[in-house]
C-alpha cells in the first residue's frame, strides 16, 4: 500500500510558491475531480459491512439481546452484544494518564444516553447488515434519565477549580460600582456535522493492524488502537491522507472504530464501518449546551472595574467535560478586580468534546454581549468602550503580548465597514420594512505549541518530497508544507512532493488548537534548510564538483539552479547530484528539545498532549486577535434575521498563504453565523433525545445564509509564537461572531436575544 503524494501542477504559482504567496490548495484537482480516495473509499479483498445497533432509552440496562434472527439472516457473519464482544486493554487518556481501571467495553448493558452504541451486525453487504440489525430483539430495564441541566434533578453540578480563577476583591468592588448590570447568556448543544461521516476499513494481518480513518491525529489514534489491543505501537498502520472536515470531533480513536477493529479481528476480514449521519450526534460529543451570569461593574464613563462570572456546562454522567467560559473573559479587557467560577452538570447524553474554538467561543459570546450592554448603559459607542478598556497586556498572566494588534484590527475594520455613520440609537436605522443594525465584537484564540517532525528528502532529478504524519482537513497543511520546503530549498513549488496522513511517515501531534501550520512549517523548514545545507557543503567539498574551490556562503540556489554571485554558469541540482553519484539527500528533522529527543520522548510528544505548551508558557502570552463589524436585516413583518455584511479584521501573526488564510477565517465566520441564527441541538425533555439529528432539522449554514465577507490581515510576525512567525488561524475565524450578530440584533431591534440561536419565536416573543 503506498502513501498518498501530492503536488502542485506547473505554473500553478505565478509568484513563484514561496511562502507568503497565494498558492491555490495544491490537493485540490484531487479533491474536485474525484481522484481523492477519502478513508471509507478503500476496499481491501473480502470486505463486509458493519452496521451499529444504538439503544433507544436515555437511561437503564440492556436486559437481553435475542439476536436469533438476525444471526439466520442472509449474509449476516457475527451479532456483537455486550454478552460476546471482546474486552479491550483499557487506553491511557490523551494526557498520557491512565485511563480507567479494568477491561474498555465498546458494547455495555449499562445504559447512560440514548443513541449509545448497544449492537452491531457484520454482514456480507451493508444493506444485509442493515436488514438483519432491523430484526434485533432488545429489552430494557428503563431508568428515569435527565434530558438536560435544566431539569431540576440534575442539581447544581460539580465545581471545577482547575478553571476558577481570580485576583483582587470583585466582589466588593462590584457591590460600590456606580454602574452595575448582571445579565445570564445561553449557547445551546452544538454538533461538529462534518460532511464527511465518521467510520473506517480495519483489517488485520496477524498481529498488525491497518486502519483506514479519517483523523486529526495520526498518532494518538495509532496509539489508542495499540493499548486497546495490547500490540506493539509499530504493529498499527493508520492511514488518513484526506478528511472531508472535522472541527475537532476526529481527533480520538472512539467507541465505534474499537467495534469495527474487533469484528475484523474475530472475523478474520477486513470490516467497514460507517456511521449513519443520525449516529453522527451522539456516537460522539459536539459543544455542549453552556449558560454564564455575568456581573459588570464600571464607573460612569464605562472604565470596568469588576467582572464576575458563574458558568456552567452539560457533562455526561460518566465523564467530565469543562468548556472554558472564561477563556475570554480574563484577557480580553483591563480590568482590576475578577472572580470566576465554573461548574459542569452531569445529564444523560454522550460525553461532549471539541469544536471549533471550545471554550473560546461561548465564552466570547457572554462578554462581548456583555460590554456590549454596558456601552448602551453609559452611553458611549461599542468599539469606543472597548478601546477604553483595551488591555495592555494579559491582565490574569501579568505578562505581556508576544504581539496583540488588536487596535490595528479595530481602527482597520472600523474602517472598511463604515463605522462612524453608524446611528448610534437602537431602531434609528432602517432600510423600508428592515430594520438595519450594526454591531461589534472581538475575538482571541491562544497560540498552542508542540514539537513536530519531518523527513526531507532531495532527489537526483532535482525533486524533492516532503512526508509528516501530520493531515490536511482542508486547512491547506499540503500547500504550505511545499511552500516551505521550496523556498528554503531554493526549488519551484512543483518540484516539491508532500506526503501525508500515514502513521509510518515522521510523527505529528494533533491537528488541534489551531497548532499544526506553525509547527509543522517550523520542522518542515529545519529539515529544508539542513538539506540544502548539505547540498551545498557537497558542492563545494566533492572533487567532481564545479563549485569545489568556492565558500559556502558564496553559492546561491533558486529555481533549482545553484550558481554563485562570483560569476560562471549555474548547475542544476539534478547535474549536480548526477555529477556527485548521489541518488538522493535524505534529513530527519525535528523540533524538540534537545535534551528530550529520544524515541520516547517524541513518542509522548506525538501520540499524547502532556508536552503540549500553554499560550503562556514562557515570557510572554500568545494570542491571535479578531475584531467583527456585522450588519443585519430584521423584517419587521415576519420576524426573520438575516447577516447582510461582515467585515473582520484579524491578526493571525505572519501568514505562509493568505489565500488559504482568508478560506479558514471566512470558514470560520460563516460557522458563527450559523451558531448565532440557526443551530441548536434539540433534546426531547421525557426521553433524553435529540429530536432534530439530520442535516434537514439542524439546521446549518448554506451559500444562502452568508453575504458578502470582507476579511483583513492587521498581523505582523510573531517569532515568540512560532519559528517562522505565524499565528492561530483555523479557530480564530468563530470567536466573537455570535455576538457581533447579537449586538446587531440589540441595534437593530432595541431587544437583547441573550440565548442562542436568535430565531423570529425569541425576537416576537
Not at 474498555?104 to 443513541?115: D, N, Q, V, W
Not at 461532549?352 to 454596558?374: K, M, Q, V, W, Y
Not at 529520544?598 to 509522548?604: E, G, I, R, V, Y
Not at 435529540?690 to 483583513?712: K, M, R, S, W
Request: glycine share 10%.
Amino acid at each position: 500500500m503506498t502513501t498518498v503524494t501530492m503536488k502542485a501542477k506547473r505554473g500553478d504559482a505565478s509568484d513563484g510558491g514561496a511562502l507568503g504567496s497565494r498558492l491555490s490548495r495544491i490537493d485540490g484537482p484531487a479533491k474536485v475531480t474525484g481522484a481523492a480516495r477519502y478513508a471509507l473509499e478503500h476496499r481491501p479483498a473480502g470486505l463486509c459491512h458493519a452496521v451499529i445497533v444504538q439503544s433507544t432509552i436515555g437511561a437503564g440496562r440492556v436486559k437481553a439481546i435475542d439476536a436469533r434472527a438476525a444471526e439466520a439472516a442472509p449474509g449476516v457473519l457475527l451479532v456483537l452484544t455486550p454478552d460476546n464482544v471482546l474486552p479491550l486493554k483499557s487506553a491511557s487518556t490523551w494526557l498520557g494518564t491512565p485511563g480507567p481501571e479494568g477491561p474498555y467495553l465498546a458494547l455495555t448493558h449499562a445504559i447512560r444516553f440514548t443513541g449509545q452504541h448497544i449492537a452491531a451486525v457484520i454482514a456480507e453487504t451493508f444493506e444485509q447488515a442493515t436488514a438483519a440489525a432491523a430484526l434485533l430483539n432488545i429489552h430494557y430495564e428503563e431508568a428515569e434519565a435527565i434530558a438536560t441541566y435544566d431539569d431540576p434533578r440534575a442539581g447544581d453540578g460539580r465545581a471545577l477549580d482547575h478553571l476558577a480563577a481570580g485576583w483582587g476583591e470583585a466582589e466588593k468592588v462590584l457591590a460600590a460600582a456606580p454602574v452595575s448590570l448582571e445579565a445570564t447568556y445561553r449557547t445551546p448543544r452544538e454538533y461538529n456535522v462534518p460532511i464527511e461521516p465518521h467510520g473506517l476499513v480495519a483489517q488485520w494481518e496477524g498481529e498488525t493492524l491497518t486502519i483506514w480513518e479519517p483523523s486529526q491525529w495520526i498518532n494518538g489514534m495509532a496509539r489508542t488502537y495499540a493499548e486497546w489491543f495490547g500490540i506493539p505501537y509499530d504493529n498499527v498502520r493508520l492511514v488518513s491522507p484526506f478528511i472531508g472536515g472535522g472541527f475537532g470531533s476526529k481527533a480520538l480513536a472512539l467507541a465505534h472504530g474499537a467495534i469495527a477493529t474487533i469484528a475484523a479481528k474475530m472475523l478474520k476480514r477486513p470490516v467497514k464501518l460507517a456511521l449513519t449521519r443520525p449516529q453522527t450526534f451522539t456516537a460522539y460529543g459536539g459543544r455542549p449546551a453552556t449558560r454564564q451570569t455575568l456581573a459588570l461593574g464600571a464607573t460612569k464613563e464605562g472604565k470596568l472595574l469588576s467582572i464576575i462570572q458563574q458558568g456552567a456546562n452539560e457533562t455526561s454522567v460518566d465523564g467530565v467535560w469543562g468548556e472554558p467560559l472564561n477563556a475570554v473573559t480574563t484577557i480580553m479587557y483591563a480590568v482590576p478586580n475578577l472572580a470566576s467560577r465554573q461548574t459542569v452538570v452531569p445529564v444523560n447524553t454522550v460525553l461532549p468534546s471539541a469544536l471549533r474554538a471550545p471554550g473560546e467561543n461561548p465564552s466570547a459570546f457572554g462578554i462581548e454581549c456583555a460590554i456590549d450592554e454596558l456601552s448602551y448603559e453609559v452611553g458611549i459607542d461599542p468599539v469606543a468602550i472597548r478601546l477604553l478598556n483595551y488591555a495592555e497586556e494579559d491582565p490574569h498572566a501579568r505578562k505581556p503580548w508576544s504581539t496583540r494588534q488588536l487596535r490595528q484590527a479595530y481602527e482597520a475594520g472600523a474602517k472598511a465597514f463604515g463605522w462612524e455613520k453608524r446611528s448610534p440609537q437602537p431602531r434609528a436605522m432602517r432600510d423600508g420594512s428592515h430594520l438595519i443594525g450594526w454591531g461589534v465584537a472581538a475575538g482571541t484564540y491562544p497560540v498552542r505549541r508542540t514539537a513536530g517532525e519531518a523527513m526531507v528528502r532531495l532527489f537526483a532529478d532535482g525533486r524533492a518530497e516532503v512526508a509528516s504524519s501530520g493531515i490536511d482537513m482542508g486547512q491547506g497543511t499540503y500547500t504550505i508544507l511545499a511552500q516551505t520546503a521550496a523556498e528554503a530549498l531554493g526549488l519551484p513549488v512543483d518540484q516539491v512532493e508532500v506526503k501525508l496522513g500515514d502513521s509510518t511517515l515522521p510523527g505529528a501531534p494533533v491537528a488541534g488548537g489551531s497548532q499544526l501550520a506553525n509547527l509543522m512549517t517550523g520542522a518542515v523548514h529545519k529539515a529544508a534548510m539542513t538539506a540544502r545545507d548539505e547540498l551545498v557543503g557537497l558542492a563545494i567539498s566533492d572533487p567532481n564538483s564545479p563549485f569545489r574551490a568556492l565558500q559556502a556562503n558564496t553559492l546561491s540556489v533558486a529555481d533549482g539552479i545553484i550558481s554563485s554571485p562570483l560569476g560562471g554558469e549555474g548547475l542544476s541540482i539534478a547535474e549536480l547530484m548526477r555529477r556527485l553519484g548521489r541518488d538522493k539527500i535524505e534529513v530527519l528533522s525535528d523540533t524538540l528539545p534537545e535534551t528530550a529527543n529520544s524515541a520516547a520522548d517524541k513518542h509522548t510528544t506525538f501520540t499524547t498532549i502532556s508536552r503540549m505548551r500553554s499560550p503562556t508558557e514562557g515570557d510572554y502570552s500568545l494570542h491571535a486577535w479578531c475584531v467583527h463589524f456585522v450588519e443585519v436585516r430584521v423584517d419587521e413583518d415576519f420576524g426573520t434575521v438575516r447577516a447582510s455584511r461582515v467585515v473582520s479584521a484579524l491578526d493571525s501573526g505572519r501568514l505562509y498563504n493568505p489565500k488559504l488564510a482568508e478560506s479558514q477565517w471566512k470558514g470560520g465566520i460563516i460557522m458563527g453565523i450559523g451558531q448565532a441564527l440557526l443551530e441548536e441541538g434539540v433534546v426531547d425533555p421525557r426521553y433524553a433525545r435529540v429530536i432534530n439529528n439530520n442535516l434537514g432539522d439542524y439546521l446549518i449554514a448554506t451559500n444562502a445564509d452568508i453575504p458578502d465577507i470582507e476579511v483583513i490581515s492587521v498581523g505582523v510576525p510573531d517569532f515568540h509564537a512560532s519559528a517562522l512567525g505565524g499565528k492561530a488561524v483555523g479557530e480564530l475565524g468563530i470567536v466573537g461572531v455570535a455576538p457581533a450578530i447579537a449586538n446587531a440584533v440589540f441595534h437593530a431591534t432595541g431587544k437583547r436575544i441573550r440565548d442562542l440561536p436568535i430565531t423570529l419565536e425569541k425576537l416576537i416573543g
